[in-house]
T-cell receptor, first 113, second 111 residues
Framework: SAVISQKPSRDICQRGTSLTIQCQVD?????MFWYRQQPGQSLTLIAT?????????ESGFVIDKFPISRPNLTFSTLTVSNMSPEDSSIYLC??????????FGPGTRLTVL | EDQVTQSPEALRLQEGESSSLNCSYT??????LFWYRQDPGKGPEFLFT???AGEEKEKERLKATLTKKESFLHITAPKPEDSATYLC????????????FGTGTRLQVTL
């Protein structure tokens, strides 16, 4: 299985600022995903990030709020823009291997004051 | 719209007391059903993928089964280290690998 790391592991941010979360994989993967896990809730897909194309966003998520980059097959970033306390959540990246299995990173715990 | 419902929300077992967790799903076409384990403060850990009714997979004390409407995660003789939240997710045909998650079952195994 792929080994996935995320930076930062946690952060506390002020309202109105932006935070960029990095996701690094130890092998080349075609598909990377960004999920959100709000307190006490399950995971919700934000967007799918494929290298060489624009990210595909799920209903309720927009590029202006959650811009994503995918510069190569091992790296992606998610930016949470103009943050509000409602954005406090755990943000997780995941990758799909060649066997339709998805593996998750350790997550970034974001608190917005 | 896909729906995934897990029950119970929480389960407390004594060490050695076997039980099952349930995941009911509603999709137009199932591409795969996934089970994950999530420990506090960590990302989900992949356990199993099931693809068709009747399929079963095992890993140590865990066994996952699948029918056309639900999946069960059987835990045999659990140990305290099995304590975690167990998440079920479905992948629908025609979607690009999107996983729709249930809210999970919080399992606590005591001595």
């Amino acid at each position: 299985s792929a080994v996935i790391s995320q930076k930062p592991s946690r952060d506390i941010c002020q309202r109105g600022t932006s935070l960029t979360i990095q996701c690094q994989v130890d092998s080349q993967v075609t598909m990377m995903f960004w999920y959100r896990q709000q307190p006490g809730q399950s995971l919700t897909l934000i967007a799918t990030a494929n290298q060489g194309s624009e990210a595909t966003y799920e209903s309720g998520f927009v590029i202006d709020k959650f811009p994503i980059s995918r510069p190569n097959l091992t790296f992606s970033t998610l930016t949470v823009s103009n943050m509000s306390p409602e954005d406090s959540s755990i943000y997780l990246c995941s990758v799909e291997d060649g066997y339709n299995e998805q593996f998750f990173g350790p997550g970034t715990r974001l608190t917005v004051l | 719209e896909d729906q995934v419902t897990q029950s119970p929300e929480a389960l407390r077992l004594q060490e050695g007391e076997s039980s099952s967790l349930n995941c009911s799903y509603t999709v137009s076409g199932l591409r795969g059903l996934f089970w994950y384990r999530q420990d506090p403060g960590k990302g989900p850990e992949f356990l199993f993928t099931l693809y068709s009714a009747g399929e079963e997979k095992e890993k140590e004390r865990l066994k996952a089964t699948l029918t056309k409407k639900e999946s069960f995660l059987h835990i045999t003789a659990p140990k305290p280290e099995d304590s975690a939240t167990y998440l079920c997710a479905v992948q629908e045909t025609g979607t690009a690998s999107k996983l729709t998650f249930g809210t999970g079952t919080r399992l606590q195994v005591t001595l």
